[in-house]
């Protein structure tokens, strides 16, 4: 048996900030993004990615609007060195990119890095230590001086090999690693002792990233650490702050968007949350979290299919289908009550205005999704959701006694076959109930009906008025009613015009003693639009009455 949690975990400490300004901030503008998806990314993949793939990878993230780009370990990897070079022989950095590179504190290391960039015309060389105490006690058995030497170390030879090529415009980063576990009057002291020997100025600043190497507090004790460092970093105003979220917790994004309010400038991340153990923050809900709440997050995901075929190739990492923003199934409802609060949300949109269509934080085709699969309908799903589906595929939405009416119809096709009922199967069922029935009455023309095989003449002198067409369907009514011999009675009716500019008629129509039902005629001329519903609507209420069940 597991033991109690209070034997064998301690809760993180608070941290002690007086006068906390992050929670009444909001987030006014997009961050410094960073993308950590070819060195971070790809070493968590089983299988790392090849060159090729990292060059498809890198293309799509310069397309996106990446301005920062980690590429790689080239000390660590023969592919990653030969893929930095590949880059910088090739030309393949636009002017306004400039990528990243990690390297540890040791020397023949940071040799071979500069290596790997000789010729680069930007570059960030990106430092890291860890300097929390179970890295401290446990893995290098330092004390907090041997650490911080080793950081100063490592940035005083790089500061040297930078020097030595002027021709590249040089940025030092220097990450803390493990940050979010380690005592803040250290990191800062740490982080204070690294600035000091590479001496950033307001001009050609460093970059100073607070990693939640192992997320291991809620979101808002990590903004309180930013906050903290934020207030009392030496050399601030000569600065960047940043962030590494990952996501142990399940909670990095939003620990980003606190850390971000707290005073961070940049934040690095993932495409989808790629990254060891449970990722890396995932970079995509990052800015479309941004966007929807109108900040222009500075990157472009209008085409967030094609963005997450590249990842998952490259990869090998399927999306998951409710991955937000992005995963197949994020836009799509299939709960009948959804489905009618989102039809009557794109119902009542305008040109212009802001979006406001319940239960879709953003509009699909912002990220190139059509609107086609919105809205689904299984067993679970109610009118709302095949309404809207005829409307997409014909061209109209009944009055909702119709659409009550045929959503049985739709129920019974679901619960019979347990599976989804596509947009096309619904138009083809609406068809088979409304306009291929059965029955003794038959539409010979505008002015002339059928019952059984006696044609009835029908007066049409109502029928140029739209006023006069509820009239023309009771005058047609009333011929079938004599016709058959038993009364006919238009209940209710409604007209209305298609998307493609035709009449579709909805009449209410009880025979005899029969309940009502519901006819639908569809045409360019509108007197036979009439005829046509009425037709429907006495076929379908059964001479005698049939069985109107559906067959799957």
Not at 148 to 161: D, M, N, Y
Not at 219 to 243: K, T
Not at 434 to 443: C, I, K, L, N, V
Request: hydrophobic residues 40%; charged residues 25%.
């Amino acid at each position: 048996m597991l033991r109690n949690p209070p034997e064998k975990y301690r809760p993180f400490p608070t941290v002690r900030l007086t006068g906390r300004k992050w929670p009444s901030r909001t987030i006014e503008r997009a961050p410094i993004w960073m993308s950590t998806d070819l060195r971070d990314g790809n070493q968590s993949l089983i299988e790392p990615m090849s060159i090729e793939q990292k060059t498809e990878f890198f293309e799509m993230l310069v397309q996106i609007g990446f301005k920062e780009i980690e590429v790689g370990f080239p000390s660590a990897s023969q592919t990653d060195f030969d893929f930095v070079r590949k880059l910088i022989d090739e030309k393949r950095i636009p002017d306004d990119v400039t990528i990243e590179v990690l390297v540890q504190s040791r020397e023949e290391l940071i040799a071979r890095t500069f290596e790997a960039l000789e010729g680069v015309p930007r570059a960030i060389v990106h430092l890291y230590n860890a300097i929390c105490p179970s890295f401290r006690k446990i893995v290098f058995d330092q004390s907090k001086e041997e650490v911080k030497a080793l950081a100063v170390e490592g940035t005083r030879i790089i500061r040297e090999h930078a020097d030595a090529r002027p021709q590249t415009h040089w940025t030092y980063q220097y990450s803390p690693e493990t940050f979010s576990m380690s005592e803040l009057p250290f990191a800062r002291e740490v982080c204070d002792a690294v600035a000091q020997t590479w001496r950033p100025t307001r001009d050609h600043k460093m970059i100073v990233n607070l990693p939640a190497t192992v997320e291991a507090a809620t979101p808002n004790v990590f903004a309180d650490q930013i906050e903290w460092m934020d207030r009392n970093l030496g050399y601030r105003d000569s600065i960047v702050l940043s962030v590494h979220p990952h996501n142990d917790r399940g909670t990095a994004v939003a620990a980003a968007e606190l850390a971000l309010m707290a005073g961070a400038d940049r934040v690095e991340g993932c495409l989808f949350g790629n990254g060891e153990r449970t990722g890396n923050v995932d970079i995509v809900t990052l800015a479309m979290n941004l966007y929807t709440q109108g900040v222009d997050p500075g990157l472009d995901f209008s085409d967030i299919d094609g963005v997450r075929r590249v990842v998952e190739r490259c990869n090998q990492i399927p999306v998951h289908p409710r991955h937000p923003y992005a995963g197949d199934l994020v836009y799509t409802a299939f709960s009948g009550s959804h489905q009618d609060a989102i039809r009557k949300g794109f119902a009542q949109l305008k040109a212009g205005a802001a979006w406001e269509v319940p239960y879709l934080p953003v509009d699909p085709a912002d990220v190139g999704r059509s609107y086609d699969a919105v809205i689904r309908v299984n067993s679970q799903s109610g009118k709302g959701g095949a309404t809207y589906l005829l409307e997409r595929g014909m061209g109209f939405a009944p009055p909702r006694r119709v659409q009550i009416e045929f959503s049985h119809a739709v129920q019974t096709v679901a619960d019979q076959s347990g599976e989804e009922v596509t947009g096309d199967a619904i138009c083809a069922l609406f068809a088979r109930e409304y306009f291929e029935t059965e029955g003794p009455a038959q539409r010979v023309n505008g002015s002339t009906v059928r019952w059984n095989k006696r044609e009835i003449g029908v007066p049409a002198t109502t029928a140029a008025r739209v006023d006069g067409h509820e009239a023309y369907a009771k005058a047609v009514a009333q011929q079938m009613s004599a016709a058959a011999k038993q009364p006919v009675e238009i209940t209710s009716f409604e007209a209305v015009r298609t998307t493609d500019g035709r009449t579709a008629v909805f009449v209410g129509c009880r025979v005899g003693e029969q309940p009502t039902r519901h006819g639908v005629g569809v045409a360019e001329d509108e007197m036979v639009a009439v005829v046509d519903a009425v037709v429907s609507g006495i076929n379908r209420a059964g001479w005698p009455p049939v069985d109107r069940r559906v067959a799957a």
